[in-house]
Each structure stands twice: as C-alpha cells, then as structure tokens.
C-alpha cells in the first residue's frame, strides 16, 4: 500500500472533497448523536472527530475488522465502535489495534473479566473500594475516587478490586459524554499499609496498567492522589515503570494538603471527606446504577467464550501483559522499596 493511501486510511476526515465527490451519508437510524453541541466542537478539535464524516469513519473500522479480523467475536455496532475511534483520535489503524487489545485482555485475564456483572460484587461494592461522585471535575470528566484502606484482604482477593475497577469503567464509557471528556481518578491512600500493598506486586500492576494504557477505550486525565502515606513511594516505585509518560505526568500526589487538591478539583464538587461543600460521601447511588446495569453485563461478560476467542486470547497478549516468572526479580526488588519506606 502506497504512502499516500495508507494516509487516507488512517485520516479521512482530513481529505478534502473534489467537486466530483458526494456529500458524506446521513446518519442511519441505529447512531443518534447524544453530545452537545459544546461537546461536538470539543470532540471535533481535541479526537479529530467531524460529525459530517462520522458514519464514513465507523464504517471504515467496521470493514477492516471484518477483512483483518474475521474471527474477531465483536459488536460492530456504530455507537460501540466509536469508543475505540474516539479513544485513539480517529486514527483507524490505532483505533483496530486497541479493539483487539482489549478483546484479547479480556480472554487473557479470565479472573477479572470471567463473569463480570454487578451481582456477583457486591461485597465490593458495599466496602466503599470505589464509587463516582456525583458531580463531576470542571471540565467534565466524571471523578472515580478509589478508597483502598476500604478492602479487607482476608474478605476476597485484590482480583475482585480490579474486577469492580473494570465493571465502572465499562459503565461509564456506555456515555458519549465521557468518550469525549474522559475521567479523573480520585485515590485516596488514607491508612494503607505496608501488608495491604504488597498484595499490589508488579505483575498485578502490569497488567492493569496495561490494560487502562493499551487496552482499554477510554481517557485518563488526571489521578490525583491524597493522605499517601510513605509506602506510597514503594507503590508508586512498582507502578511508575510501566506508565507512559504522558500518563505518568498526569500524577498528582497532594498528601493531606486538601488546598492543593482544590486548586484542581473545587470545594464545590467534592464531598466533606475531601474537603468538599457537596455533603458526605454516598456510595449507593453509584452502587444503584451498577446494579440497574446487570443484564446489559450479563450479556456481555457472561456467555460462553468461543475457541477462536480463546486462541485469541494466548496469541495476542496485549502489550501490558506478562507472566508471574518474568515478575519475580521486579517483586523481590520492590518489597524491599517497600520495607525501606518504613
């Protein structure tokens, strides 16, 4: 394939129109557009997104799927299909490496992604480990804040964590809103110790890292991180190798200083806990919206995985991934970190 149309392929919405061309299609029926319009000129600047071309765009990724991935077991509905385009800016070769990413982490992880539905979290739910605020940042990210000290270890395993991780996040990319707008991360670190940490070793940090990085459709803003105490340096000693710079430069560590954490999340839209004027933390609400999602979950995480879903599970590991052997030098390395943050 020449330069010149591996260049069209990647960026149609740059290609002008020749007066001989048509207009672009109307949207079908099944894709009705949900953004504002404040949104749609915010999706059209920051993802290169132009509604005109949008149909074009979708179908364009639908067909290479269909040529380069035919056992590819996938929706290729419009609205889904734009998660991954709008999450890797309309570059369609970028956008196809991310949907067989996170298709192949989903078969390669089957302690995370094996029956992933809200029922069978709900010990996780009602700790308080995660919820979504309410309100959200002021540039409308939804806020994910995450409370470790809430996990007991010897109630479940740290996979069941991860698990309710992942269940919010396919929840929260459902909206178009979010596809354009992206989230930020609220962890707070309050009262985590050195045996809870180490549960969160190398191996584990790789392949969530991996996934959120490479595998998964949707925008990271920001992770602002509060009330760290000094294991945090050993945490953040196993995770910051495997993040992208780009990411990495989206950390925030604010320790108990709640006035730094203002500067970028206001008073306003955060609970007490946190310094907030929003009233107290409320995890049911979030909980509640799960919990209305349950069948939408079960179709999609419970039914029985194929074999050429399974073959392309082992054959495609996602970039993020890698084995428990090839984690055991890294591991003993860093509980050391973490044994001399104490």
């Excluded at 404040?38 to 979708?58: G, I, N």
């Excluded at 760290?228 to 604010?254: D, S, T, V, W």
């Excluded at 390395?333 to 973490?338: D, G, N, P």
């Amino acid at each position: 394939m020449s330069e010149e149309s591996d260049s069209l392929r990647t960026s149609p919405s740059a290609a002008s129109l020749s007066e001989n061309e048509l207009p672009p299609p109307a949207e079908p029926p099944g894709y009705v557009c949900s953004l504002t319009e404040d949104l749609v000129t915010k999706a059209r600047e920051e993802l290169q997104e132009k509604p005109e071309w949008r149909l074009r765009d979708v179908q364009a990724l639908r067909d290479m799927v269909r040529k380069e991935c035919p056992n590819l077991s996938t929706s290729l509905d419009d609205a889904f299909l734009l998660r991954f385009l709008r999450a890797r800016k309309f570059d369609y070769d970028r956008a196809l490496q991310l949907l067989v990413s996170y298709h192949s982490c989903r078969r390669s992880w089957p302690e995370v992604f094996n029956n992933l539905k809200p029922s069978a979290l709900k010990d996780v739910l009602a700790s308080g480990f995660l919820t979504v605020l309410p309100h959200t940042a002021p540039r409308g990210c939804h806020i994910l804040c995450m409370r470790p000290d809430r996990w007991i270890p010897s109630n479940y395993p740290i996979t069941e964590n991860i698990r309710a991780i992942y269940l919010t996040l396919e929840k929260l990319i459902q909206s178009e809103e979010t596809q354009v707008n992206g989230i930020v991360i609220l962890a707070d670190y309050k009262g985590v110790s050195l045996s809870k940490a180490s549960h969160f070793g190398p191996f584990i940090a790789k392949k969530v890292i991996g996934i959120l990085q490479d595998g998964f459709p949707i925008r990271i803003k920001a992770v602002h991180v509060v009330n760290e105490p000094r294991i945090f340096k050993g945490i953040f000693a196993i995770i910051k190798p495997f993040l992208k710079e780009k990411i990495a430069n989206r950390f925030f560590l604010h320790g108990s200083d709640l006035n730094s954490l203002h500067t970028s999340l206001p008073r306003s839209i955060l609970p007490k806990e946190y310094g907030g004027t929003a009233g107290e933390l409320d995890i049911s609400a979030w909980n509640a919206v799960l919990l209305a999602s349950e069948e939408d979950f079960v179709r999609e995480f419970c039914q029985p995985v194929s074999v050429c879903d399974s073959i392309l599970g082992q054959a495609l590991p996602p970039e993020g991934l890698t084995s428990d052997s090839q984690c055991d030098d890294s591991l003993r390395a860093v509980k050391s970190q973490l044994y001399s943050c104490y």
